[in-house]
């Protein structure tokens, strides 16, 4: 899409990402920092979860195994620091857009590209980046004009040493940026303390379960958005109205039969309201408001509802 027709708002932006993920983490003695975890998934993965949504997604580093497919590229020569990475990697890319991602971000959401995404597209800037807690730009959390990219990378390679050890700052100064403020999502582990951090955060009350629900997810390869309260609502009902150990194999039974069917979240929606009515049928007889419609006694010749525990 040129940027002389200008899409409909809220129409999502196509985009090529590049996760450079070679760097030596001498902060973290050398460790292999995008296979470090948080909340049971490795860095890189997290940033690679992010970044689904790219049309060709290319990380520069030594090949690793990772949650999805990716292309795989190196700098020349390895070790030759972010610009010369950057231009690897965007030598296997081909959307207008290109989001340029370090892999140590573990709060990093597909919604945060998006809205990077829409920003350099409304305001015409050369990229739009993040920029942290203390107002630094992030400019490996940014998306870009991958021409704008392009030239001043051919620019700086002109020169007498090249691509080698150049610094970021080289390149983003002679780009035309605008700055996005997001503290968590430019959030990322470049020292063990960073990490400890990452790894409590995820526990706090307020994320720990959408942060499990998301690495299950992630585990079991599946890209669907359910209502989770429903289904917590049901565990409690199954819970309450049955026998405790009915709410975790009630929901996976709604799970099992969303497969058989459509499996979409419809399908898990629809049998999750049929099992929380019948979990309420079961209260209603526990609790003595089985009566018939009849105005008699209840049926007490057939055998007992369960304890409800």
């Not at 430019?186 to 526990?203: G, K, M, P, Q, Y």
């Not at 309260?229 to 199954?238: E, K, P, S, T, Y």
Request: with cysteine; glycine share 12%; net charge negative.
């Amino acid at each position: 899409m040129s940027d002389n027709a200008p899409a409909a708002p809220g129409t999502p932006v196509p985009y090529d990402a590049v996760v450079l993920a070679g760097g030596a983490a001498r902060r973290l003695g050398g460790a292999d920092k995008p296979g470090l975890r948080v909340g049971g998934r490795a860095l890189i993965d997290r940033v690679l979860a992010a970044c689904a949504g790219a049309g060709t997604t290319v990380v520069v580093a030594a090949r690793r195994p990772t949650a999805r497919p990716v292309r795989w590229t190196r700098e020349e020569p390895p070790g030759a620091g972010p610009v010369a990475a950057l231009d690897a990697g965007l030598r296997l890319t081909t959307a207008e857009h290109t989001v340029v991602l370090s892999a140590d971000l573990p709060f990093l959401q597909p919604a945060t590209l998006r809205r990077l995404l829409t920003v350099l597209r409304e305001t015409g800037a050369d990229g739009a980046l993040l920029t942290d807690a203390d107002g630094r730009d992030q400019p490996l959390v940014a998306a870009y004009r991958t021409a704008a990219l392009r030239r001043v990378l051919a620019a700086l390679a002109a020169g007498p040493d090249g691509l080698t050890g150049l610094p970021l700052r080289r390149l983003t100064g002679a780009l035309s940026l605008t700055r996005v403020p997001d503290p968590l999502a430019s959030f990322d582990c470049d020292t063990w303390d960073d990490l400890v951090n990452a790894r409590a955060r995820i526990r706090e009350h307020g994320h720990v379960l959408d942060e499990w629900i998301s690495a299950v997810k992630n585990e079991l390869g599946i890209d669907l958005d359910v209502d989770t309260g429903a289904l917590l609502d049901l565990a409690r009902d199954a819970a309450h109205g049955v026998a405790r150990p009915a709410a975790p194999l009630t929901t996976f039974l709604v799970g099992y039969a969303a497969a058989q069917g459509e499996g979409g979240p419809e399908a898990v929606a629809e049998a999750a309201r049929k099992a929380a009515a019948l979990a309420l049928r079961w209260e209603e007889e526990n609790n003595g408001g089985g009566k018939n419609n009849g105005g008699g006694k209840e049926n007490s010749g057939g055998p007992s509802a369960p304890d409800a525990g």
